[in-house]
């Protein structure tokens, strides 16, 4: 009996990515369903009531408030972060200056070691982006991956979704 506990629990381990997956878009589905059927019940023409078409509609509202979001976001936070490492030879150098305000601060408070450390540690993450880079790139490309997952099974999930309550109403 133990020995079965400890096997469904790394079962269980090994799939809790994808387990989550699920539970969020289980409950993805549960918070559309209602706008699903509303938007559905409001279709003119022969297509009212397809949920099908409110899913769909109700998904390209989504996606395009999401594309807008990230439209928004991504540019200024790509021009900041260049103009920043572009911006940080400068700053150490302003930090060892010992005629700028915060030269004579670092100075004051015996900070020269600290920045010296800051300096290094800079100029070695530096060397080191392109690693960083790839790395990041494939978490991003992973959560992606598992948006659309979600994306997905959340579709099918509000379009089967009364048939699923009807069969375990007749069971």
């Known amino acids: 009996l133990i020995t079965f506990s400890f096997i469904g629990l790394l079962a269980i381990r090994q799939a809790?990515?994808?387990?989550?997956?699920?539970?969020i878009a289980f409950f993805l589905s549960l918070a559309l369903n209602a706008p699903v059927h509303a938007l559905s019940q409001a279709i003119p023409g022969k297509r009212r009531g397809s949920r099908t078409l409110a899913t769909a509609l109700s998904f390209f509202i989504i996606i395009s408030l999401l594309i807008g979001f990230l439209a928004s976001i991504?540019?200024?936070?790509v021009k900041q972060t260049s103009s920043f490492l572009n911006e940080v030879p400068a700053l150490v150098e302003q930090l060892r200056d010992e005629s700028s305000s915060t030269g004579s601060f670092v100075r004051k408070y015996k900070l020269e070691d600290?920045?010296?450390?800051?300096?290094?540690q800079l100029s070695s993450r530096l060397k080191n982006l392109s690693g960083s880079a790839?790395?990041?790139?494939?978490?991003?490309?992973?959560?992606?991956?598992?948006?659309?997952?979600?994306?997905?099974?959340?579709?099918?999930?509000?379009?089967?979704?009364?048939?699923?309550?009807?069969?375990?109403?007749?069971?």
Do not use: C, N, Y
């Open 114 to 120: 600290q920045v010296d450390k800051l300096s290094t």
């Open 74 to 77: 991504v540019p200024p936070l």
């Open 16 to 23: 809790s990515h994808a387990l989550t997956l699920l539970f």
């Open 134 to 171: 790839v790395s990041t790139l494939t978490r991003v490309g992973s959560s992606i991956f598992s948006s659309l997952t979600v994306l997905v099974l959340t579709f099918m999930m509000l379009i089967e979704g009364p048939r699923w309550i009807a069969f375990a109403r007749r069971l």
